[in-house]
């Protein structure tokens, strides 16, 4: 694991079918999950919480020796203690696939932090079926990135049905003259 390139937010996102390191995973909590005010957790408070779940002290550099890479093989129960203190399935640190699906849920989560994206998720789930749920996650996942797209969600979620017809028509003629401009 030592070595990699480290990949972080955004850009860990957009390579996500390579497996992160168990560095990167690290990270990905740290950035990604909060205290209840909203601020990032420490290597004290990631520390003395993993202590407290093991029952023997855990130093804080040992736990910035792991979100660094530069110790890549701690015991199991260290990242159950991890992975319970971040509150997240201990196959976040040894299944790709199940990492992967808990990096989308954390990413949803937090973009959910976003206020008026939270209510636009909100409205969005009463107006779809149960198994579109996924499918609005991860359009809260893409919107969080791009607000010029929130607004015209929020504005197609005020249109009737011939209304939203017609968008959709304008928007499929932009796509094609933009096709048909980019060939000459």
Do not use: C, W
Request: aromatic residues 4%.
């Amino acid at each position: 694991m030592g070595g990699e390139t480290k990949r972080t937010g955004e850009s860990a996102e957009a390579e996500s079918d390579q497996p992160l390191s168990l560095a990167e995973r690290i990270t990905v909590l740290f950035e990604r999950i909060r205290r209840p005010d909203g601020e990032p957790f420490t290597l004290r408070q990631v520390a003395a919480g993993m202590s407290e779940r093991l029952g023997e002290s855990i130093s804080y550099q040992s736990v910035g020796y792991l979100k660094s890479g530069q110790h890549d093989n701690p015991t199991r129960d260290r990242l159950q203690a991890l992975a319970d203190f971040f509150g997240v399935p201990p196959a976040y640190f040894f299944d790709d696939k199940a990492s992967q699906e808990i990096v989308k849920q954390i990413e949803t989560a937090t973009a959910l932090r976003h206020g008026p994206l939270r209510d636009l998720a909100l409205e969005l789930l009463r107006k779809t079926k149960p198994v579109d749920v996924e499918l609005v996650a991860a359009l809260v996942r893409t919107l969080a990135g791009r607000p010029d797209l929130r607004d015209v969600i929020e504005v197609a979620l005020t249109l009737d049905p011939p209304e939203l017809q017609l968008g959709g028509d304008l928007l499929r003629s932009l796509q094609r003259r933009r096709g048909s401009d980019s060939e000459t």
